[in-house]
């Protein structure tokens, strides 16, 4: 027995191919397709290829959520079918298959094998042919509302949400309509953007006795939220909360999210109150939210607050939440605060981010260099991950420390990092303090526009020579 698995995609011709070479091959050939659930989850599926002989062995097919083979023979040699064997994996290969088609002459084909194979045929780009293969097994008879559901699902999940609909009319046409369904046609409008379409299914679901689970709930709440409409959610995180369904803060912080985003902070604390009230713990990203949508508009008091209420709660700060303080003190000008946050990320043994340092740096030169902090401000840029040497550039001219400038600058050439418009900005600045037009710099500009590389040199000539001037 030999197992093997293929990448994402393969176009139409490969099925006239691979079927001609199967049907060189005959009965000594099997194709099985393989999908567990968490392939579904996730989207993928394995191919799995069966080389087998007829002599003295007998094929035993297990069909559940995947399709798994099994042979019970007195022998369990390697089948002599090598040439055969290469050519399938060549071709398979070739076209990088994601699933196959099961090819056996006296192989029932079941629901679950049905939709693995109508995947394949919408994987392939062929949705008549997957079109005409659930409507032969719903015509039968033969499809269960798991397997309506696994076939709208396939539809949905690539975005072709005609075709997701009327699956789902057939399935209302079988009579067997369930929750599964319904959700994963909810699924299949937020793809497809369809949003008011996704309201409307679900609002219907009641009308058709179906009761709506979590997953109908939290589905709807994240695809509303996602898509910037939190007003539209807010409803359905009430309905949720009275159906006694919410377990915790996941819809809460979603839709937080989104007003967030709308800078809608009065909605988003009318939430975080509400979520209080009904005993739904908030987590750290919920924090870190709030947190950070304080920290943007500048309001000290209520981020503080807030970080106050999380630690009250026992839940320990990240670096995210940290780095939104630092953010938020350094808007402010809060000498004493922005260190000592600053410190607390660096104890949680990670590297501040950029955004953060440049903040700190900015808080020591623009506001602070008549307070003597410059060793301060600079001693951070070298702290950090990745360095910023325009800020370093920066802060030197600031203090008029124009070797300090200059060999920096070089540091920086050499690291083969590319000098941007800030960069020579700073050195431009340097030069007409030195003495230089503003002419003969506007001039040193036009150069490096017209020929990069002429141009950098041209730069690094005139800052060597000037700054080597004494004073």
Request: charged fraction near 20%.
């Amino acid at each position: 027995m030999r197992f093997l698995s293929y990448g994402p995609m393969f176009p139409s011709v490969f099925w006239r191919q691979l079927h001609t070479l199967l049907r060189s091959v005959g009965d000594f050939t099997l194709l099985l397709i393989s999908l567990t659930p968490e392939q579904q989850a996730s989207g993928g599926a394995s191919a799995l290829l069966l080389i087998y002989s007829r002599q003295g062995l007998s094929c035993r097919v297990t069909v559940g959520h995947g399709t798994s083979v099994g042979c019970s023979s007195t022998t369990r040699t390697e089948p002599e079918l090598e040439s055969n064997a290469r050519m399938v994996r060549k071709l398979i290969r070739r076209f990088m298959i994601v699933a196959s088609y099961c090819i056996f002459r006296k192989l029932e084909t079941d629901e679950y094998t049905q939709s693995a194979l109508t995947r394949i045929y919408i994987e392939a780009g062929m949705l008549e042919k997957s079109w005409l293969w659930f409507r032969r097994f719903h015509l039968a008879g033969n499809l269960s509302f798991e397997g309506y559901s696994a076939n709208i699902d396939a539809y949905g999940e690539r975005g072709h949400v005609l075709e997701a609909e009327r699956a789902f009319i057939c399935c209302q046409e079988a009579k067997k309509l369930t929750v599964h369904e319904y959700n994963v046609m909810i699924k299949a409008y937020g793809i497809g953007k369809n949003y008011d379409k996704a309201c409307q299914l679900f609002d219907s679901m009641k009308s058709h006795d179906v009761v709506p689970d979590n997953c109908s709930y939290n589905s709807l709440i994240q695809i509303l939220a996602g898509a910037d409409l939190p007003h539209m959610a807010r409803p359905y995180l009430r309905m949720i909360q009275e159906a006694g369904l919410v377990s915790d803060c996941i819809p809460y912080c979603a839709v937080i999210s989104s007003f967030v985003k709308l800078g809608h902070l009065e909605m988003e604390e009318g939430l975080y109150k509400e979520m209080i009230q009904f005993n739904v713990e908030p987590d750290v990203v919920v924090y870190g939210v709030l947190i950070n949508a304080f920290a943007d508009v500048g309001s000290v008091k209520e981020a503080v607050t807030y970080f106050d209420a999380m630690k009250s709660a026992g839940l320990s700060a990240n670096a995210v939440i940290y780095n939104s303080l630092i953010k938020l003190y350094t808007k402010v000008g809060y000498f004493k605060e922005a260190p000592e946050t600053y410190k607390l990320i660096q104890s949680l043994e990670v590297h501040p981010d950029v955004y953060t340092s440049n903040c700190m740096i900015d808080l020591y030169s623009e506001r602070s260099m008549r307070n003597g902090r410059f060793e301060e401000a600079t001693r951070i840029a070298k702290q950090m991950k990745e360095l910023s040497y325009n800020n370093v550039i920066g802060l030197y001219a600031l203090d008029g420390r124009y070797k300090d400038v200059l060999g920096t600058f070089k540091e920086m050439i050499d690291a083969a990092i590319h000098p941007d418009y800030c960069t020579f900005k700073s050195l431009g600045a340097v030069l007409m303090k030195r003495g230089v037009p503003k002419r003969a710099v506007k001039k040193l500009e036009i150069t490096r526009k017209k020929d990069a590389e002429s141009g950098l040199q041209a730069w690094i000539y005139f800052n060597t020579l000037i700054c080597s001037w004494s004073i």
